[in-house]
Nanobody, 120 residues
Framework: QVQIVESGGGLVQPGGSLRLSCAAS????????MTWHRQGPGKGRDLVAG???????TYADSVKGRFTISRDNAKNTVYLQMNSLKPEDTAVYYC??????????????WGQGTQVTVSS
């Protein structure tokens, strides 16, 4: 049974930091690319960051230089370190497992999301 569980969300002040975790089970974690997405209030779900099976990261322009994605295959976990947070980063953050084809990620399994609120 595939499970993807995000954690680490919460309320943080502008300029602060959070680290999100995504624990996966039920599939061979090391064989999947992992991605983080977010959906803000009244908005669509956007890709924030991804990391390939080989560990190569990619980022949306809006988070480059502030967010870092990493993975620990021994723990079946992917992380999203978020620094210099802005109010516009407020969203539900989702983790997904999939792969890369023709230069683009595709997604097979999704978690339920964790809320991140950036506010003073």
């Amino acid at each position: 049974q595939v499970q993807i569980v995000e954690s680490g969300g919460g309320l943080v002040q502008p300029g602060g930091s959070l680290r999100l975790s995504c624990a996966a089970s039920g599939f061979l974690f090391s064989s999947y690319a992992m991605t983080w997405h977010r959906q803000g209030p009244g908005k669509g779900r956007d890709l924030v960051a991804g990391i390939t099976r080989a560990g190569t990261p990619t980022y949306a322009d809006s988070v480059k230089g502030r967010f870092t994605i990493s993975r620990d295959n021994a723990k079946n976990t992917v992380y999203l370190q978020m620094n210099s947070l802005k109010p516009e980063d407020t969203a539900v953050y989702y983790c997904a497992a999939g792969d890369v084809q023709a230069g683009s990620y595709y997604y097979l399994y999704w978690g339920q999301g964790t809320q991140v609120t950036v506010s003073s």
